[in-house]
Structures are given as structure tokens and as C-alpha cells.
């Protein structure tokens, strides 16, 4: 093994212990919506008392109430009596008062 590739390697180890932490850290979900009943936009009847875990600002997990396990440090919001829905892009749009498209 040459002194080049023994040094790159170091390196990459080095730069996984340091960053470890943080990969680990970025794998909990952050927030917990409970207790909600989830309409997924298939056409499947709502799913009543589910649990979703979002991190980054994606789904990772969707479960029963009974059935989820919710990370330490998760900020969580009890939405019993409420509904979520897959987004919804907004394509409303105004043109100009002349008809056409603004400037």
C-alpha cells in the first residue's frame, strides 16, 4: 500500500468520525403529527389515528397511533379531529388588468 492511498484512507476515516454524529443526527424525525387521520390522494377510504413522522421536510414513516414509536426530542402536534393531505401546488394565478401576462 503506498504512503498516498494509507493517507487518503486516514482521512476518510477521520472525516467519518467527525461527521458521524451529525449523519446519525439527521436520521431522527423531527416532528410527529398524531393522532390524525391521513387522506392519502390514492382513492383509499381515510386512514383514522395515524401517526407521521417527518424529517427534512419529508415522510418518513406513516403508522398506527398504537403502533408508532416517536424519537426523543421530536417536537409533537396533536391533531386529533384534523386531516392531512398529500401537498397541493397552488396554480392560481391573476394576469395583468390589460388580459395578458404581466410584464
Given amino acids: 500500500m503506498s504512503v498516498i492511498t494509507l493517507k487518503r484512507g ?13 449523519l446519525v443526527q439527521a436520521q431522527q424525525p423531527d416532528l410527529a403529527i398524531t393522532s390524525v387521520t391521513l387522506i392519502d390522494g390514492t382513492g383509499a377510504p381515510p386512514r383514522e ?6 424529517q427534512d421536510g419529508l415522510v418518513v414513516s406513516v403508522t398506527p397511533v398504537d403502533k408508532a414509536v416517536i424519537p426523543a ?19 392560481h394565478v391573476h394576469f395583468g388588468r ?3 401576462l404581466p410584464g
Fill in 73 to 91: 426530542g421530536a417536537t409533537v402536534i396533536n391533531a386529533a379531529g384534523k386531516y392531512a393531505i398529500p401537498g397541493l401546488a397552488d396554480m
Fill in 10 to 22: 486516514l482521512l476518510l476515516a477521520l472525516a467519518l468520525l467527525v461527521w458521524s454524529p451529525q
Fill in 49 to 54: 389515528g395515524v401517526t407521521i413522522l417527518v
Fill in 98 to 100: 390589460g388580459g395578458g
